[in-house]
């Protein structure tokens, strides 16, 4: 017998308007060619083109002016390639430059789903009973890029949900390039991504056992500089992409948190940032750090991530490394356990493993935890965020894939201190997609990436189909008793 689950009567939806303003670079022959047109027109002419292109975007963006002049600052090369000096230009035709190398990107034009939902740093303002909550999703973009996007919602005693409607403008973050790196495991990371092995040798003869960017870039121009096979060039320049995935990022203090999107910046991940996995860690001292696990994607290659923040204004993000992550659906537990960081996996595709590592970046040994034991997740089973931490366990929702590629949500419970033990799972799904929800961008498919335990209920976000995203409540008690009498 299926536990009842209350359907919230609420639905997030895309917001196709939704746009950022990025940097578009069709080739150094084309730009080149672009540069030599606007420069041919008189002041006059450049002045009547820039007047109303940013009376106009001014409304769809909070500072076109600066977005334009960065992008024309990108193309530096061009405009000297071109024969002009960059602080030759004046004001407004280095915004005209701009606007040629800018291209408008909805965001959440083609999908919205795979959410994950925290407790808001802010719980300022409320009455008893009540809790901010930060919501992030997965949204999907022309061409499928996806990015991480945010909501934030509150959930009174009732637990019922109010999403804050987003604002109208799009900030993406300044992007800081100050990582220090540690070369063992920068040169293990890049023999993952399949670069030349004697490309790496050569690069890791000349560099410390700890680096900067700045070092490890002039190294990389250097060598490069002496290849003339584009091939092998573009082996160096893999390395330099590799690099960019270790960064911070900054968002403007006047931001709202659905102003801030998380977009690819790498070329690692350059077909899309999928499915975080937000937690709110306890560190030993008793302070709070939010992680997030998210895959990169490249279109061919997947690399795991970390992002962590205190603030949801500045991100650090990493690679993660090791044997044990080496493919999608990566869980930070939401603290130590015995001393040690704990992770959920699923290295195979189809099984849940279990990890525990001193770093938080390194993991290694995964152990088999659970397969596939019901009809409705004989595909694959996965975890649908971090465990959540109750009196009687670790409480885990989790995926399974069944026939005709139907995703439902289930649930299991681990013990507290050995998480390696299965207490119970349930037999059947906690929710199944139903008639309004089984079609849309991606057919037959519910999916969470984390839930939030409020006032006695456990409530789930969820994407429905890929297309919009929802929420499901269940209460905690009567979901923790059927789990413990379900003994696998």
Known sequence: MRIL???????????PKRVIARFFFNGEERAVEVVKKVMELSDDEVFGLISPLLQEYSKRHRNITKILTRHCKRVLHSIEAAGFEYDDLDKDRKLLLGSYFTHEYSIESAAFFNPSIVEDPDQSDLVEGEKRVIISFRAVGEGHISSVVFRRALIDR???ITVIPAGNYIDEAEVIKNAVYNKRLF???AADSKIDIEVLDEVGNKLQDKFDYATLRKIILDGKALQQDDLRKLEYDKILWLSDTYHEISFSRDTDISDRVIFPISEFERKGIEDARFVRFIKDDGSVVYYATYTAFDGA??????LQTTNFYDFKISPLHGVG???KN??????????????????????????YSDKLTVWDNPVKLQSPKFSWEFIQIGNCGSPIETEDGWLVITHGVGPMRRYCLGASL???????????RLKEPLVI?????????????LYSCGSIIHNGELIIPYGLSDYCSSFAGVKIDILLERLKSSVI
């Not at 290659?301 to 970390?306: A, E, H, N, R, S």
């Not at 681990?414 to 119970?424: A, K």
């Open 301 to 306: 290659m997947i690399m795991p991530k970390l």
């Open 330 to 355: 990566l869980a930070l537990f939401p603290r130590k356990i015995n001393g040690k960081y704990a992770m959920m996996s699923r290295i195979d595709g189809c099984n849940n493993y279990l990890m």
């Open 187 to 189: 040169l293990k990371k």
């Open 414 to 424: 681990f013990d507290l201190n050995d998480p390696s033990i299965e207490i119970g």
């Open 325 to 327: 992550a080496q493919n």
């Open 158 to 160: 009732n637990h019922d």
């Open 433 to 445: 997609p139903n008639t309004d929800e089984r079609e849309g961008y991606v057919p037959n498919v």
């Open 5 to 15: 689950i209350e359907r919230k009567p609420v639905k997030v939806y895309p917001d």
